[in-house]
């Protein structure tokens, strides 16, 4: 049984396309998040959703949207895709949402790998 | 200065032999703080939580030094599975910080 699960696993796309990566988890939690992590392999946070709520927005272009259609379910959309949108994408998900100074563990999809050309 | 530092490696150990290294945070008001290992081309996973008092986990140490605004991991009697990248991961004002990871190849 996967617990957070994502599709596609690999994606290769032309610059200017419009791109769709889905992520479900089946383990109950009311937190989700998305990942990227560029070449130098650090992990930076983009979205966190808690119970469909939009939590966290990093510094991120607008051109990604995140959409959380139920707690068990969050997908990214990534509109006009540039080279440097090239990355490995994790979805995450906890039990509950980390306040200051308290975090839970957080379990992670396989990743999307998203290749730009 | 990044958030969370570490030594990218490689830690290159004979099978056998224990390998530490440590990370380095910047917030001081940090209050969680976990290692995760990931495989080449695979997500992270949990390895262990890092407690104040340090904690143990098999053949796995874990250990905090606030003072110095460091925590470590001790691998002893290293396995060949025990080849990865270790990341270190630090709360940070109700975001999880990511270090970069330190690669350890456990050679036979």
């Known amino acids: 049984d996967t617990a957070v699960s994502q599709t596609p696993k690999y994606l290769v796309t032309q610059m200017g396309n419009d791109k769709s990566i889905k992520c479900e988890q089946n383990l109950g939690h009311d937190t989700m998040y998305w990942y990227k992590q560029d070449s130098k392999k650090f992990l930076k946070i983009m979205f966190s959703y808690n119970n469909k709520e939009l939590i966290i927005n990093e510094t991120v272009p607008n051109r990604f949207s995140p959409k959380s259609p139920d707690k068990a379910h969050l997908n990214l959309h990534i509109n006009s895709l540039e080279l440097g949108d090239s990355a490995v994408y994790f979805c995450?998900?906890?039990?509950?949402?980390?306040?200051?100074?308290?975090?839970?563990?957080?379990?992670f999809g396989p990743g999307t790998r998203l290749l730009v050309l | 200065r990044k958030e969370v530092e570490q030594d990218p490696g490689p830690f290159n150990v004979p099978e056998g032999a224990t390998v530490a290294f440590n990370c380095t945070y910047s917030?001081?008001?940090?209050?969680?703080f976990f290692w995760y290992r990931q495989d080449c081309r695979k997500e992270p996973k949990l390895l262990m939580s890092v407690y104040s008092s340090g904690n143990e986990d098999g053949r796995f140490t874990a250990q905090l030094n606030r003072a110095s605004q460091y925590i470590s991991l001790l691998i002893r009697d290293s396995k060949l599975s025990d080849s990865a990248t270790y990341l270190c991961?630090?709360?940070?004002?109700?975001?999880?910080?990511f270090g970069a990871g330190t690669q350890v190849v456990v050679t036979p």
């Open positions: 917030n001081s008001a940090s209050q969680s």
């Open positions: 995450a998900s906890s039990q509950r949402i980390g306040g200051r100074g308290v975090q839970e563990t957080q379990y």
């Open positions: 991961v630090v709360d940070s004002w109700g975001k999880l910080q």
